[in-house]
């Protein structure tokens, strides 16, 4: 059982390039969700679905971009990467507490 | 404004000795708490939780006390262990976490030394 997988693990960007972080989970939960974390941060959402075709915003969305066109994937969007977004990305699912959480992706903008 | 707060960056105690994490929280709403724990390069893992309805929930080694009045939760480890080495973060929740989203704190460091 797999549970929640993100790829990739690592990626670094250029400013003003962009790339899809991709979640899939095999629990068949209906909630699906991205945080980003940084260091003395901890953890704030940025987006999370509460089912297939669904998305809403967190605390942090800007710049950000989601889809959930399959109930198990949840795909997270830079459009254009700044050095901002430098952090590590998990993503979450759930049918309600607690929330599963991937490995996640560390992704770093030049 | 900070909602869900962990005064204390690192923690160290003694293999075999009580552990205390504690978290405070602003908001009145919140009606579900949860520990999770963070090995690097990991995702954080469900530790153990506990709703409004009650003031302390157990699960082995591991003990969560819920201060409503206080808007004060804490983590025992009893016994500590080499293992339990991690960053432990507080998170809230509204509406029994229904809905899922949680607020998280910035975390505890916790060294456990042999």
């Known amino acids: 059982n797999a549970g929640v997988t993100q790829t990739p693990k690592f990626r670094v960007l250029k400013t003003g390039q962009s790339m899809t972080l991709l979640c899939a989970q095999d629990?068949?939960?209906?909630?699906m969700y991205w945080y980003r974390q940084d260091p003395g941060m901890g953890l704030r959402l940025i987006h999370y679905?509460?089912?297939?075709?669904?998305?809403a915003k967190g605390e942090v969305p800007d710049g950000y971009n989601v889809s959930r066109l399959k109930k198990q994937n949840f795909l997270l969007g830079l459009e254009s990467a700044a050095p901002s977004q430098t952090s590590v990305y998990f993503c979450?699912?759930?049918?309600?507490?607690?929330?599963?959480f991937g490995n996640g992706t560390r992704l770093t903008v030049t | 404004d900070q909602q869900v707060k962990q005064n204390s960056p690192s923690l160290s105690v003694q293999e075999g000795r009580i552990s205390i994490l504690n978290c405070d929280y602003t908001?009145?709403?919140?009606?579900?708490f949860l520990w999770y724990k963070k090995y690097p390069a990991e995702g954080p893992t469900f530790l153990i939780s506990?709703?409004?309805?009650?003031d302390k929930n157990e699960d082995g080694r591991f003990t969560v006390f819920l201060n409503k009045s206080a808007k004060h939760l804490s983590l025992h480890i009893v016994p500590s262990q080499p293992g339990d080495s991690a960053v432990y973060f507080c998170?809230?929740?509204?509406?029994?976490?229904?809905?899922?989203?949680?607020?998280f704190g910035k975390g505890t460091k916790l060294s456990v030394k042999p």
């Open positions: 979450a699912s759930s049918d309600g507490p607690p929330l599963h």
């Open positions: 629990m068949n939960h209906e909630y």
């Open positions: 679905s509460v089912g297939e075709g669904t998305t």
């Open positions: 908001n009145s709403m919140f009606d579900y």
């Open positions: 506990i709703s409004s309805i009650k």
């Open positions: 998170a809230a929740s509204y509406y029994g976490g229904s809905q899922g989203n949680l607020i």
